[in-house]
């Protein structure tokens, strides 16, 4: 087997190749002056390799996903034997079904590419909905990085007791993964979406977290905005200290700031998406999933 880190996933794909004593192909990649990417692989064949190519989408995503296709595409060219895609934050998962007529089904649209491409497997983390994701002609697994997060706040002796929550009833199994670990109890916050707008409201709903360590636990923190809401609300209801966690930490512009000036103690994060707050890697995670 042969790694290839992407531009976006150097380090998490080197550490990928250590953790399995395997080669990591170097990737030269450059963007041209009217934005179009360029990318080569200083090898000269992958001639009955097994390559995994370990590339993130998060912002700027179409660029990296770009770059994540032309990667496939000339290992496909290269004679790989198999190619797996490693992409931990799996851009416009978010878009899974068509909400409004005559929108875009974009995910669909996504791993048609990639199939085409050449990809016989695709390695993701948390996906929004990996039920749609299942769907598809290709095998996609889709690992939890939650038990990871859990057990850092347990290494790292941050909180006592914790509860720890999700967002949403859907995800209330984050919830209980997290306690798995940390064994504090779990629960949810109520949460809607406004399908035209986007934006997430709370409702009304009593919480038993009342001078209790509590961590919230999501998937993703895009604008910050539903994570800034909800540590607002469950100090509201009396919770002690307050942690964020979540595995793909976009932060888009003052995330970061709107969550801490509401309250919580500190947000930590994966390597997903690399950021100020990745404490914890998903590296022996997808090594394991490649072994497997
Ligand atoms: C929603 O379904 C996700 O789990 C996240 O809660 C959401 O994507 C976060 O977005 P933002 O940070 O922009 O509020």
Redesign the pocket.
Known sequence: MKIIPGPASKKLGESIAEILNVEAVPVFFKTFPDGESYIRFNIDSLQDEDVAIVQTTSPPQDQRLIQLLLMADNALEMKARSITAVVPYFAYS?QDKRFLAGEAFSVKTIVKLLENCGVNKIITLNA?NPKVLKTFNIPVEDLSAIPLLAEYFKAKGLVENPVSLS??KK?LSVAKEADGVLKGGFDYVSTR?DVVTGS?TLEEKQLRIENRDVIIF??????????AKTVKFVKEQGAKKVYSACVHP?L?GD?KKRILENGAEEIIGTDSVPSSVSKVSIAPLISKALTT
Do not use: E
């Open positions: 978010r929004h967002l949403g995800a979406r997430v999501d998937d993703i923190i895009s604008s910050g905005g539903t994570m976009l888009m995330a």
